[in-house]
């Protein structure tokens, strides 16, 4: 029994690292259709979801057989809940890249964004689709050390987003009020995305060793 527990429970992760991968995925097409105002690739990334939500609703069926037909303890629990956890993470990460299509998609044929804001957006895109990658790395290998580095990149995210709103602020703002509002919102997307991605980082922490870091305080895991 316990063998088919932990061939389930590895069956279940394997799932959630796709769900990470296929949510990188949906934020550097919505990144792309939002540079380049491309609106098939915005439709795309739209009508994608539905098969993360598919994954979400298999996900959790899983995680709850786990815990109806198995009686999980200790560190398997721990397993089990975070999963649980990280489901609602990755589900969330690629309801964030929808929501950035949905600006691109709005504002064709025009670009949502402008300036140097498009420049700090296709940083933005990189960053999330790493660490969208590195989430899906992690789960898979477990380690809490490489989890921990994913704040790491999140303060890289998190120092652009601030850029972001220097643009905003100074007076030299040329693309108008409706831009201005489009580039304040996108931002706080990919700002989101990453703090999910940190969110599973701190739940493979948890999972290895017991403790939960505190929502600031993963790199010292």
């Not at 389930?8 to 991968?21: H, I, N, P, R, S």
């Not at 899983?62 to 089990?80: E, H, S, T, W, Y």
């Not at 964004?113 to 969208?132: I, P, T």
């Not at 995305?193 to 701190?202: I, K």
Request: one cysteine or more; a negative charge.
């Amino acid at each position: 029994m316990r063998t088919v527990f932990h061939e389930k429970l590895d069956e279940l992760t394997v799932q959630l690292a796709e769900m990470c991968g296929r949510a990188g995925l949906a934020m550097k097409n919505a990144t792309r259709a939002l540079l380049d105002a491309d609106l098939s690739v915005a439709e795309q990334v739209i009508a994608d979801h539905d098969r993360m939500v598919a994954m979400r609703a298999k996900a959790e069926q899983a995680a709850f057989a786990l815990l109806a037909l198995q009686q999980p303890v200790a560190g398997d629990l721990r397993a089990i809940f975070s999963a649980i956890q990280i489901i609602a993470d990755t589900e969330r990460m690629d309801a964030l890249a929808v929501h950035v299509a949905k600006i691109a998609r709005l504002r064709y044929p025009d670009r949502a964004v402008h300036g140097e804001a498009s420049d700090c957006f296709a940083e933005m895109g990189r960053l999330a689709v790493g660490l969208g990658e590195s989430a899906r790395q992690v789960l898979l290998t477990g380690d809490p050390a490489e989890a921990a580095r994913l704040r790491e990149e999140d303060t890289e995210m998190d120092d652009l987003y601030r850029r972001l709103f220097g643009l905003l602020m100074n007076p030299a703002w040329q693309h108008g009020i409706p831009a201005a509002v489009d580039t304040a919102l996108v931002g706080r997307f990919y700002e989101r995305f990453a703090d999910h991605a940190v969110e599973v980082g701190r739940r493979v922490v948890f999972i290895a060793t017991g403790t939960l870091p505190p929502e600031d305080g993963i790199s010292t895991y």
